[in-house]
């Protein structure tokens, strides 16, 4: 069975552009979360879906980032524009149930020049 | 102050050692996870515990909800269990994360 899967694994931008990160669940898992980690920091929740619904997406900074699920299955989240204080590893993580583990992605370390 | 707490922030072990790394945490929760990541790599779920013990091999993990204070023990310590060893705790919709237990493990 294949896991969760991130890309890109890494990302250098410059300061106000743009970019998507997507991440793959695993197959049939109706849960997927976004965390991420900025230096020295712990990691942060941002947000849950549940299948296509956004479910609590009460972790995201600002309306700068912005994340979807179109049909329940991959997701994306974009930062635009993107800033310094955004560089850090994006975690996708999913789950069957929400009373069952997570399984992390690889991450995605972005880094905002 | 952060709402999952890890003790110790290094660790370093000669190989064999039995190791204990500590989670305690202010929430409400339903449940505790053990992660890992290593160097340069994403996380691996070690255990998810609402209660009690879980084993896994080497590696134990227990949990006190009346005190809200969770163990990770790992016997036998080994090199390549180096890598950073992270609390988490799970409530309706989120998960909040101790800062992580950065553990080297010399041969």
């Known amino acids: 069975e294949a896991g969760v899967t991130q890309f890109p694994s890494h990302s250098v931008i410059e300061k106000g552009q743009t970019v998507t990160l997507r991440c793959d669940p695993i197959?049939?898992?109706?849960?997927l979360y976004w965390y991420r980690r900025v230096m020295g920091k712990e990691i942060k929740f941002l947000l849950h879906f549940v299948k296509e619904s956004k479910q609590d997406e009460s972790g995201m900074p600002n309306n700068r980032f912005l994340a979807e699920r179109t049909g329940g299955t991959y997701s994306t989240l974009k930062v635009q524009p993107a800033e310094l204080e955004d560089s850090g590893v994006y975690f996708c993580a999913s789950s069957q149930t929400l009373n069952t583990g997570q399984y992390f992605g690889p991450g995605t370390r972005l880094t905002v020049l | 102050k952060n709402e999952v707490e890890q003790s110790p922030q290094n660790l370093t072990a000669q190989e064999g050692e039995f190791i204990t790394i500590n989670c305690s945490y202010s929430v409400g929760i339903s449940a505790l996870h053990w992660l890992q990541q290593h160097p340069g790599g994403g996380i691996v779920s070690l255990f998810m515990l609402s209660s009690g013990k879980k084993k896994h091999g080497r590696l134990i993990a227990t949990i006190n909800i009346q005190e809200k204070h969770s163990s990770l023990h790992i016997t036998a310590s080994h090199p390549r269990d180096s890598a950073v060893y992270i609390c988490a705790v799970s409530g309706n919709n989120d998960m909040r994360f101790g800062a992580g237990t950065r553990l080297t493990v010399k041969p």
């Open positions: 197959s049939g898992h109706d849960n």
